[in-house]
């Protein structure tokens, strides 16, 4: 075997195995996806289990997608909040000790 074949078969197998890593599905970009809609309700944990705080409710809330979020209680084992989604009112009550919603109930449909 002379030099010119030893250095096209050195050089063989980088070229295959750089054209299995481009071939492979690890490298084709993902189809992106959008979420639609965030799916909350009474029973929904925000928090993890953990306890929390009014303030903390107010943001986690926020994060749901409710806006316009007004503190009405936050004494006691439950936080009270009135919030807008969607141009729905809702009122929340949060459990504070585990961050889990306990009642939610719409107080109008249009505000």
Do not use: H
């Not at 030099?3 to 197998?13: H, Y």
């Not at 299995?20 to 009474?42: D, H, K, W």
């Not at 084992?77 to 141009?87: D, L, M, T």
């Amino acid at each position: 075997m002379n030099f010119s074949q030893k250095m096209f078969r050195s050089s063989l197998v980088p070229f295959m195995l750089s054209l299995a890593i481009l071939a492979s599905p690890l490298s084709a970009p993902r189809e992106a996806s959008a979420q639609i809609g965030i799916n909350i309700g009474v029973g929904s944990s925000l928090n993890r289990g953990r306890p929390i705080t009014c303030p903390q409710g107010e943001r986690l809330l926020r994060g749901r997608g409710f806006r316009d979020i007004n503190r009405e209680n936050c004494r006691g084992r439950f936080f009270n909040y009135r919030a807008s989604r969607n141009g729905e009112r809702f009122e929340v009550a949060i459990r504070q000790s585990d961050g889990r919603i306990v009642d939610m109930r719409r107080t109008s449909r249009r505000w």
